[in-house]
């Protein structure tokens, strides 16, 4: 659900060397802020209408690094973003909320050699300038009006600063970096090319078991420096069984032809089709996939998507808070040099209390590349997370 800035498609960008640092300033106040809220963390409402709440993350991930021209380190970062946001509800179909980022460093984001990010947070770089619009720290800004019909049907209007990843390849397993896993791969679909953060809006239809969910978002500008057009529809469909509560959902997107092709030349559009499935499977296990492909037209990065896991509940040792989650990703490379993409990611999750998780996490990537078009490399990174949502 919670997604970097941008369009995440474009992992290349993520392929940086730079020794940039954050201040010491802004980490200090980033410190002080986890521990304030770690110790009085709760979803505080202020009145029956109004209510303040977010979400604070400490990371630290370590790589050890093995490619062809021993050119990267084996290093460790840390970084420290957080998310408060503000809901009023002046009447029971309408809302109005806002979102705003800050984050302190970068953690491996800038080091790592791996086109996947380790970790698909709103870092410091993430949440300035965003998308182009001159635009720091506010990520969302809209207003939602549900119209309630007879039948148990009804349909709901958003508009504003909006996140396409709240709406489109939602997945109970997969799709919160913060408690989940970190790596990009599993987080959404890294092919979708699903924007965050700019103007647009978003109609929810829900009918008994069914949705339908479509979005469009106007974005100040692409890695090629571009303006466009983002158009992205869901199909749902929930199931209940005596196994427990499954969600089946198909994505399509379509994206405006301001996309440079892999000659730089000429501007395409981009086109994808996705299927993100949970479903619980009895009290303890659950299991997810996730797969799609895009069309090749403009440049990209990658082209095909496999990927899926399973969920363990903590209720199988005795605490219903812990939970343990297994993935793995397979990505076919596109036009850009990159031949396959693979991410095998485990973390456990200590539930401490309603509000706060300590989670440790262990990936292993592997990137390789078409002769000629980069250096191949592998690696594990792990890493520690403690979670504050209130």
Known sequence: MRKSVGIHSDFLSYHKMSKR??????????????????LTAFAYDINDKLSVGGVLAGAYQYQSIDDESDTFDDTGRGALPVQPEISFTPTEKDEIFVK?????GNGLNEESPFILAPWAADLED??????????????????KHTFQFAGDFNLALTGGIIDATDYLDENAYSNDEYIQFMNEALVNGP???????????????????????????????????NNFNFYGMQLGYNLRTSLGEGNYRINANFASKDFLD??????????????????????????WIRFGFQDDE???????????????????????????????????????????SQVAEGYLRFGLN??????????????????????????????ARMTVEF
């Open 262 to 287: 892999i000659t730089g030349t000429s501007k395409e559009s981009r086109q994808c089709l996705l299927i993100s499935c949970d479903q619980e499977l009895g009290e303890i296990l659950g299991a």
């Open 354 to 383: 309603d509000y706060v998780a300590a989670i440790l996490d262990v990936q292993y990537l592997d990137d390789e590349y078409i002769h000629g078009g980069g250096t191949d490399v592998n690696g594990w990174i792990v890493g």
């Open 21 to 38: 640092k954050y201040s010491v300033g802004t980490a200090a106040l980033s410190i002080v802020i986890i521990l304030v809220w770690t």
């Open 298 to 340: 403009a440049a990209i990065t990658f082209e095909e998507l496999f990927s899926g896991g399973i969920n363990i509940r903590g209720k199988l040792w005795g605490r219903e808070q812990d939970n343990i989650g297994i993935g793995y990703g397979y990505l076919d490379g596109g036009n850009a040099g990159i031949d396959k």
């Open 100 to 104: 705003f980022g800050f984050a302190a």
């Open 191 to 225: 092919n979708a090319f699903l924007p965050s953060y700019d103007t647009g809006g978003a109609v929810e239809l829900k009918y008994h078991a069914f949705s339908v969910k479509g979005v469009f978002m106007n974005i100040g500008e692409n890695d090629d420096g």
């Open 126 to 143: 993430d949440v300035k300038d965003i998308n182009g619009r001159n635009r720091d720290y506010l990520l969302t800004a809209w207003y």
